[in-house]
């Protein structure tokens, strides 16, 4: 079983930048789709980005496309989000995840093989 390990959270003001980084360990990362999450207080979970395996694909919600980006450096076993132009309405607790497959429950169902511990991000107005 996978393990992951997230870290970069913090308060940042509105139109500042953030990077998240989650790194993989127990299984092979280059092996794994990586996924970033997040959840507001009081909210459900809501995909933010993926990345295939190859990081030849990538997914983002609309309300963070063309301000965040998903990448993965397979020589650190670590999957990155960086978030630029930060919005009041992108605090939340972010949780990246992995999973064998890119399309699938992990995406659609929040069933993911592994998830992180979630790190805090506060955007202030």
């Known amino acids: 079983q996978a393990q992951l390990v997230e870290s970069g959270g913090g308060l940042v003001q509105a139109g500042g930048s953030l990077k998240l980084s989650c790194i993989v360990s127990g299984r092979t990362f280059s092996s794994y789709a990586m996924y970033w999450f997040r959840q507001a207080p009081g909210q459900g979970r809501e995909l933010v980005a993926a990345i295939h395996w190859s990081g030849g694909n990538t997914d983002y919600a609309q309300s963070v496309k063309g301000r965040f980006s998903i990448s993965r450096d397979n020589a650190k076993n670590t999957a990155y989000l960086q978030m630029n132009s930060l919005k009041p309405e992108d605090t939340a607790v972010y949780y990246c995840?992995?999973?064998?497959?890119?399309?699938?429950?992990?995406?659609?169902?929040?069933?993911?093989?592994?998830w992180g511990q979630g790190t805090q991000v506060t955007v202030s107005s």
């Open positions: 995840a992995a999973d064998r497959y890119y399309s699938g429950s992990c995406r659609s169902r929040y069933e993911c093989d592994a």
